[in-house]
């Protein structure tokens, strides 16, 4: 029996393929590789919280059975990354027979695409070397980061962000099992936040029922230390009217009252952009002001001086409408 206090992310992570939420022509192409036990190297790339790491660990449970750990080293790339890692602990294990009767057994390097190059190409050649007894799964977020002769000898699966309807799937799943109740509106507003990630998703879920049983779209925004998409769409139109001050207000009251971080603002503001109804030109000059400013905080500028100019900013570029 699970323990209350586990993590969600954890604790509902998909045991098999079919249990997994979107990619479904990912799945069905895996699955076909699992029934003929027939399976070659493979790259994952796509966003964070998609499913890459799930649907490695899915595969080696489907293979293996319940010894499925015996057969499978996991490494985080991103922990060790280094030319010495590929060397030794991959090439060690890559050159043991498995344990069993399986005639292959599995690698899974986790963030690929923070090995060094070195270890790339020290990589590239144990994967020749050891074609009989092992199969490497790479999974990444960025494809291009892995070498050209690596990608060549994988077959590469892009994982999408995750639909409203794919989070929902696995809210039902989630609730049935910890008897909560979840609003449309609430599942909205996560799927807003998280961006498509599921991970992230499942976590504000966990951090909002922690709250209340029945998860509305009040209590998600509470938890989240994120302003809604309203909320800032409202300063942006302040601004761009020529009310300064309002917007100004309302500013203060999100890096103040609210707590959020002025990157956090910058980036809902630069996905509001695209809701407000002006035509593209203003957008673009919006949009250009608001790469400007987000380099600024990057760099180290005090963020409270820099969005507030970078409301004075939107209100010249305002002026220019009328």
């Given at each position: 029996?699970?323990?209350?206090?586990?993590?969600w992310?954890?604790?509902?992570?998909?045991?098999?393929?079919?249990e997994m939420?979107g990619q479904?022509?990912?799945?069905t192409?895996?699955?076909?590789?699992?029934?003929?036990?027939?399976?070659?190297?493979?790259?994952?790339?796509?966003?964070?919280?998609?499913?890459?790491t799930?649907?490695?660990?899915?595969?080696a449970?489907?293979?293996?059975?319940?010894?499925?750990r015996?057969?499978?080293l996991e490494?985080?790339?991103?922990?060790?990354?280094?030319i010495?890692?590929?060397?030794?602990?991959?090439?060690?294990?890559a050159?043991?027979?498995?344990?069993?009767?399986?005639?292959?057994k599995i690698i899974?390097?986790?963030?690929?695409?923070?090995?060094?190059?070195?270890?790339?190409?020290?990589?590239r050649?144990?994967?020749?070397?050891?074609?009989?007894?092992?199969?490497f799964?790479l999974d990444?977020?960025?494809s291009?980061?892995?070498?050209?002769?690596?990608?060549?000898?994988?077959?590469?699966?892009?994982?999408?962000?995750l639909?409203?309807?794919?989070i929902?799937?696995?809210?039902?799943?989630?609730?049935k099992?910890e008897?909560?109740?979840?609003?449309?509106?609430?599942?909205?507003?996560?799927?807003?936040l998280?961006?498509?990630d599921?991970?992230?998703?499942?976590?504000i879920l966990?951090?909002?029922?922690?709250?209340?049983?029945?998860?509305?779209?009040?209590t998600?925004?509470e938890v989240s230390a994120?302003?809604?998409p309203?909320?800032?769409?409202q300063?942006?139109?302040?601004?761009?009217?020529?009310?300064?001050e309002?917007?100004?207000?309302?500013?203060?009251?999100?890096?103040?009252?609210?707590?959020?971080?002025?990157?956090?603002?910058?980036?809902?503001?630069?996905?509001?952009?695209?809701?407000?109804k002006m035509?593209?030109?203003?957008?673009?000059?919006?949009?250009?002001?608001?790469?400007?400013?987000s380099f600024?905080?990057?760099?180290g500028a005090?963020?409270r001086?820099?969005?507030?100019?970078?409301?004075a900013?939107f209100?010249?570029?305002?002026?220019?409408?009328?």
């Amino acid at each position: 029996m699970a323990e209350a206090d586990e993590i969600w992310v954890e604790k509902y992570r998909p045991q098999k393929l079919d249990e997994m939420v979107g990619q479904e022509e990912i799945v069905t192409r895996l699955k076909s590789f699992v029934e003929k036990k027939s399976l070659p190297n493979l790259l994952f790339a796509g966003p964070a919280g998609t499913g890459k790491t799930t649907a490695a660990l899915c595969i080696a449970r489907e293979l293996f059975g319940e010894g499925w750990r015996q057969n499978m080293l996991e490494l985080n790339a991103s922990d060790e990354r280094g030319i010495d890692t590929i060397r030794t602990k991959v090439k060690d294990y890559a050159r043991t027979r498995p344990i069993g009767d399986f005639p292959y057994k599995i690698i899974l390097l986790d963030e690929s695409d923070a090995l060094t190059a070195d270890a790339q190409n020290a990589l590239r050649r144990t994967m020749e070397m050891f074609t009989h007894t092992t199969r490497f799964i790479l999974d990444c977020n960025y494809s291009s980061r892995i070498i050209e002769p690596i990608q060549s000898r994988c077959a590469v699966f892009r994982f999408r962000r995750l639909t409203e309807k794919d989070i929902e799937q696995m809210f039902r799943r989630i609730a049935k099992e910890e008897k909560l109740t979840v609003t449309p509106e609430a599942v909205q507003a996560i799927t807003y936040l998280s961006e498509g990630d599921l991970r992230k998703a499942i976590n504000i879920l966990q951090a909002a029922a922690a709250l209340s049983k029945k998860v509305t779209e009040k209590t998600v925004y509470e938890v989240s230390a994120a302003a809604k998409p309203e909320e800032v769409r409202q300063m942006l139109e302040l601004a761009l009217s020529g009310k300064f001050e309002e917007a100004r207000t309302k500013l203060q009251e999100l890096l103040i009252d609210r707590g959020l971080a002025g990157e956090d603002i910058i980036e809902q503001v630069h996905r509001e952009v695209f809701n407000l109804k002006m035509p593209e030109s203003i957008k673009v000059e919006i949009l250009d002001k608001i790469g400007e400013f987000s380099f600024r905080l990057v760099q180290g500028a005090n963020e409270r001086i820099q969005l507030e100019a970078m409301l004075a900013h939107f209100g010249l570029i305002g002026a220019k409408m009328k």
